[in-house]
């Protein structure tokens, strides 16, 4: 496709995203998170162009659109079986209640054998995702780190541009997402179930450190004298922690997304987290740390694409990858070999 066969394309998608086109949204999120350098240009194209501020929508923009318009990112994680899903859909169809749109990007498991992902949110945010305010996209962890898929970014500022003003993260809940997800969101959502003090010594404290809200999940019938006494464990032991915030310090709930009790209490302690920080500038600071993160991470994944599309480099890597299994050659030096071969290939 021409220079500007693709440039006029990538106006009419930024268009579309801009005028809330689902269709739209969707084909440019695909395009992001495609592996394809083509898909990858086109979809770099399209979020140039959002960001154009000469730029001139020929279509009618959706309320409240704009990069980064005044959208409040949220991470929500937890181990597998605390119903992150279930918990998503109620305080999503509350969220939307209360006027505003919401995007949920739900990263699903990949099979490291196959690379397949089950991508089943859509089925179980069901209600959800028929709502007309709201827009939910499964996407396959690929074996990023902590399963945050790497163009989960990239989404989510086409998200913002689309109109919404809410948009959630939903991790796997494994290795390292919490730091992942911190990295990319405002607000930093734990989930956990009722378990008292023997859960709480099994939960790491790094995870406690990133939250900014813990919410204790399933607080009904039964387990509701649990959540109660979860909740206590929890905000004795994050009374122990450093705030993350200079003007907000974590908090502890209990909700049951089962009967709603409790959902509209974690919007309400969201909203103050955004509007203490908003006016104090701690969000701005954020996004910008952030942003400079995320370069150094683009540079770091791009150089590595480029040394595995190097077909010289890639056959000294094959032959430094069976001398470092074998024990006759360090790791660091044999990736000094290869630095050093790809530069002279550059030269």
């Not at 196959?114 to 690929?142: C, N, Q, Y």
């Not at 004298?225 to 200079?246: E, F, I």
């Not at 103050?272 to 954020?286: K, V």
């Given at each position: 496709m021409a220079t500007?066969?693709?440039?006029?394309?990538?106006?009419?998608?930024a268009n579309g995203v801009q005028a809330g086109d689902r269709r739209a949204l969707a084909r440019a999120i695909t395009l992001a998170e495609s592996t394809r350098i083509d898909h990858r240009q086109h979809a770099e194209s399209v979020l140039a162009a959002l960001a154009d501020p000469n730029r001139v929508a020929t279509t009618q923009p959706?309320?409240?659109?704009?990069?980064?318009?005044?959208?409040?990112?949220?991470?929500?994680?937890?181990?597998?079986?605390?119903?992150?899903?279930?918990?998503i859909e109620a305080f999503g169809l509350h969220v939307v209640g209360r006027g505003h749109r919401m995007a949920v990007l739900a990263v699903d498991p990949s099979s490291s054998v196959s690379g397949g992902s089950i991508l089943g949110?859509?089925?179980?945010?069901?209600g959800l995702s028929?709502?007309?305010?709201?827009?939910?996209?499964?996407?396959?962890?690929?074996?990023?780190?902590g399963g945050v898929a790497r163009r989960t970014r990239d989404a989510m500022t086409l998200c913002e541009a689309a109109g919404f003003d809410v948009v959630v993260v939903e991790t796997i809940g494994v290795g390292q997402s919490?730091?992942?997800?911190?990295?990319?969101?405002?607000?930093?959502?734990?989930?956990?179930?009722?378990?008292?003090?023997?859960?709480?010594?099994?939960?790491?404290?790094?995870?406690?450190?990133?939250?900014?809200?813990?919410?204790?999940?399933?607080?009904?019938?039964?387990?509701?004298?649990a959540a109660g006494r979860s909740v206590a464990d929890y905000r004795n032991a994050l009374g122990l922690l450093?705030?993350?915030?200079?003007?907000?310090?974590?908090?502890?709930?209990?909700?049951?997304?089962?009967?709603?009790?409790?959902?509209?209490?974690?919007?309400?302690?969201?909203?103050?987290?955004?509007?203490?920080?908003?006016?104090?500038?701690?969000?701005?600071?954020?996004?910008?740390?952030?942003a400079r993160n995320a370069l150094w991470s683009e540079l770091r994944s791009g150089l590595i694409d480029r040394l595995a599309a190097d077909p010289e480099v890639a056959i000294r890597l094959t032959e430094l990858e069976h001398a470092v299994a074998a024990g006759t050659l360090t790791p660091s030096a044999a990736a000094r070999?290869?630095?050093?071969?790809w530069e002279s290939g550059l030269g």
């Amino acid at each position: 496709m021409a220079t500007d066969d693709l440039s006029q394309e990538a106006a009419e998608l930024a268009n579309g995203v801009q005028a809330g086109d689902r269709r739209a949204l969707a084909r440019a999120i695909t395009l992001a998170e495609s592996t394809r350098i083509d898909h990858r240009q086109h979809a770099e194209s399209v979020l140039a162009a959002l960001a154009d501020p000469n730029r001139v929508a020929t279509t009618q923009p959706a309320a409240g659109s704009g990069v980064g318009g005044g959208s409040l990112r949220i991470g929500i994680s937890g181990p597998p079986g605390v119903g992150k899903s279930t918990f998503i859909e109620a305080f999503g169809l509350h969220v939307v209640g209360r006027g505003h749109r919401m995007a949920v990007l739900a990263v699903d498991p990949s099979s490291s054998v196959s690379g397949g992902s089950i991508l089943g949110d859509k089925t179980r945010m069901a209600g959800l995702s028929r709502h007309e305010s709201a827009f939910v996209r499964p996407s396959p962890g690929g074996g990023e780190l902590g399963g945050v898929a790497r163009r989960t970014r990239d989404a989510m500022t086409l998200c913002e541009a689309a109109g919404f003003d809410v948009v959630v993260v939903e991790t796997i809940g494994v290795g390292q997402s919490e730091v992942t997800v911190s990295e990319m969101v405002d607000a930093f959502v734990v989930l956990v179930s009722p378990g008292g003090g023997d859960e709480l010594q099994g939960i790491k404290r790094g995870i406690m450190e990133l939250a900014d809200l813990v919410v204790v999940t399933k607080a009904d019938g039964d387990l509701a004298p649990a959540a109660g006494r979860s909740v206590a464990d929890y905000r004795n032991a994050l009374g122990l922690l450093r705030p993350r915030w200079q003007h907000w310090r974590a908090e502890v709930l209990a909700c049951s997304a089962a009967t709603g009790s409790g959902i509209a209490e974690v919007w309400d302690a969201l909203e103050r987290f955004a509007s203490a920080l908003g006016d104090a500038g701690e969000i701005s600071a954020h996004r910008a740390a952030q942003a400079r993160n995320a370069l150094w991470s683009e540079l770091r994944s791009g150089l590595i694409d480029r040394l595995a599309a190097d077909p010289e480099v890639a056959i000294r890597l094959t032959e430094l990858e069976h001398a470092v299994a074998a024990g006759t050659l360090t790791p660091s030096a044999a990736a000094r070999q290869v630095l050093t071969a790809w530069e002279s290939g550059l030269g």
